[in-house]
């Protein structure tokens, strides 16, 4: 039997970079040159199905200020030097106590309560 995936023709260089900038133009243009995903209203486009009912909404400065800490974090630890100068410098602190009073101004503590998630997660049990 002839043909199939083994016999098949590799792409040369070009053909691969090409098509991996095609790919990341199109991720552009669809995200509007990534600002969607840091503007949009919630955190998440698909909403899981394991959320405890009960929970309120975060308003929009909230998930802004969340994704803007998530963009600043991400970014700080591909570079350990710039990590260990932000430790040291008290940014990180700051980043932590941000959304330290971010999550305390959001989310009740009764809602940690093990019967109350239990009870929205298993209603049946």
């Not at 040291?88 to 980043?95: E, N």
Request: aromatic share 12%.
């Amino acid at each position: 039997m002839k043909g199939g995936m083994a016999e098949a023709e590799r792409r040369g260089f070009l053909h691969v970079l090409l098509l991996h900038i095609g790919i990341r133009l199109k991720y552009l243009w669809k995200s509007r040159l990534l600002l969607k995903p840091i503007f949009c209203k919630d955190l998440s486009d698909y909403p899981s199905r394991f959320r405890p009912r009960g929970i309120p909404e975060l308003d929009y400065l909230t998930c802004f200020t969340i994704r803007v800490l998530w963009i600043a974090s991400t970014l700080l630890r591909g570079t350990p030097l710039l990590v260990y100068v932000c430790v040291k410098l008290g940014i990180m602190q700051f980043l932590n106590w941000i959304h330290s009073t971010l999550m305390v101004g959001q989310l009740p503590v009764r809602l940690y309560s093990v019967e109350i998630y239990h009870e929205n997660i298993f209603p049946a049990l």
